[in-house]
């Protein structure tokens, strides 16, 4: 006897299936998934209004029935930020990379390709620096030279720290950065992966020895050195 007819949402109106409505008459299982899409818009605390337009009718005639309405309000929560994680070929070891979330350089990533919010609005704060490994051991910002800037979104990395330098010619590392993605309610994580390939680093002379010696003496001397490369000297 019950005959759906319409659906508005905030006014608007919408299909049963975008209401996440159904009605099944034969045993009066009515169901409202307020999970659909539809309503993930909604913030924290915010509401919203589903009308949903039926007839009764003895007939099964929409026609010869009695049009009424039942409407629903709904709460908003909050939804977390979808963040996405990205590996990178960071170049070779003692370059630099910057960029800018949100920028408008032809390699600043938009804060939309770094994250996504159905109900908030991320900015360049919403996104915060959270841990560091290099090889898979724990490091720290400094040592990485890694800086993000939130009021501005300005991000860099320096490769050519010292953390890098005993990578070989053609050796690679790896490095991988966790970050958080706020709405200033929920958190979710990304994780930034870079691959740094080494080149040759010259030997470093360590110590500069002046020697005085007398006419007719045997002098000796061990010579040594360092090569950030791991080269044997």
């Not at 966790?178 to 030997?203: K, M």
């Amino acid at each position: 006897s019950f005959i759906g007819i319409s659906n508005t949402f905030n006014g608007v109106e919408v299909s049963d299936e975008e209401a996440g409505l159904s009605y099944d008459p034969e045993t009066g299982l009515f169901t409202i998934d307020f999970g659909s899409e539809l309503y993930q818009s909604l913030a924290e605390g915010e509401e919203a209004t589903l009308v949903h337009n039926f007839v009764v009718s003895d007939t099964l005639d929409p026609a010869d029935g009695t049009p009424t309405s039942a409407t629903y309000t709904i709460t908003g929560r909050n939804d977390a930020p979808v963040a996405y994680s990205y590996e990178f070929d960071a170049g070779s070891e003692d370059g630099l990379l910057q960029a800018t979330v949100g920028g408008d350089g032809p390699f600043d990533p938009s804060i939309e390709s770094l994250a996504t919010d159905v109900d908030s609005t991320l900015t360049t704060e919403s996104f915060i620096p959270y841990s560091l490994t290099y090889q898979g051991y724990a490091v720290t910002f400094e040592e990485a030279g890694l800086k993000y800037i939130p009021e501005t979104g300005e991000f860099e990395i320096d490769f050519s720290k010292e953390l890098y330098q005993s990578l070989a010619d053609g050796e690679q590392g790896t490095l991988e950065y966790v970050h958080e993605v706020s709405d200033g309610l929920d958190s979710s994580f990304a994780t930034f992966t870079y691959t740094i390939t080494g080149v040759n680093d010259a030997p470093v002379i360590t110590d500069t020895i002046e020697v005085f010696a007398g006419e007719g003496g045997l002098w000796e001397l061990t010579i040594g050195g360092t090569d950030p490369g791991d080269w044997p000297i």
